[in-house]
Antibody
Framework: QVQLQESGPGLVKPSETLSLTCTVSGGSISTYYWSWIRQPPGKGLEWIGY???????NYKPSLKSRVTISVDTSKNQFSLKLSSVTAADTAVYYCARGDDYGEAGAMDVWGQGTTVTVSS | DIVMTQSPDSLAVSLGERATINCKSS????????????LVWYQQKPGQPPKLLIYWASTRKSGVPDRFSASGSGTDFTLTISSLQAEDVAVYYC?????????FGQGTKLEIK
């Protein structure tokens, strides 16, 4: 059974870069799409972007200038970098997997989420 | 961006009764080439990540109880819980994956009356 686990700093200073890693266990990172989604405290879900195991990406346009998603197939991990963060980037960050039919947007396996607070 | 609007924002239903949640997209999420609606439903319980319940707008994911059903096409969709159980208390989200960026509804909070 595939499991995802997010890791990274829980506190990031304003204007700095948020960096998170999602480790995939119990299965291969190959042949799937892998997404990052975030949820500000008490609010709804926001899709940030995805990466295919081959390295192709797609980002939410409003975040595109600040987002980089990368994959390391040798480590079965993918990562998120979000630059120039502000308090508005404070959220629970989830990593998730696209479904077995190759649909990136139908996310059927999720990590437990990691809380990132942007504060000085 | 496609705007997803759910109604109601919150809903209180008695145990054993039917719960219905609606989702409307600002444009069609139906691909004419394969006649599939690119819409999913998630359930999120407090302190947990979302759980995929329904994909292609009406296909129940394996392991999801059959009291959960969904329907709709184009721009109007519905999630129905036929007989509410205590463990169904959660926030439910619809999400389209027809076009980028993928977008979610604002969520519907389902409680026990």
């Amino acid at each position: 059974q595939v499991q995802l686990q997010e890791s990274g700093p829980g506190l990031v200073k304003p204007s700095e870069t948020l960096s998170l890693t999602c480790t995939v266990s119990g299965g291969s990172i190959s042949t799937y799409y892998w997404s990052w989604i975030r949820q500000p405290p008490g609010k709804g879900l926001e899709w940030i972007g995805y990466i295919y195991y081959s390295g192709s990406t797609n980002y939410k346009p409003s975040l595109k200038s600040r987002v980089t998603i990368s994959v390391d197939t040798s480590k079965n991990q993918f990562s998120l970098k979000l630059s120039s963060v502000t308090a508005a980037d404070t959220a629970v960050y989830y990593c998730a997997r696209g479904d077995d039919y190759g649909e990136a947007g139908a996310m059927d396996v999720w990590g437990q989420g990691t809380t990132v607070t942007v504060s000085s | 961006d496609i705007v997803m609007t759910q109604s109601p924002d919150s809903l209180a239903v008695s145990l054993g009764e039917r719960a219905t949640i609606n989702c409307k997209s600002s444009q069609s999420v139906l691909y004419s080439s394969n006649n599939k609606n690119y819409l999913v439903w998630y359930q999120q319980k407090p302190g947990q990540p979302p759980k995929l319940l329904i994909y292609w707008a009406s296909t129940r994911k394996s392991g999801v109880p059959d009291r959960f059903s969904a329907s709709g096409s184009g721009t109007d969709f519905t999630l129905t819980i036929s007989s509410l159980q205590a463990e169904d208390v959660a926030v439910y989200y619809c999400q389209q994956y027809y076009s980028f960026p993928y977008t979610f509804g604002q969520g519907t909070k389902l409680e026990i009356k």
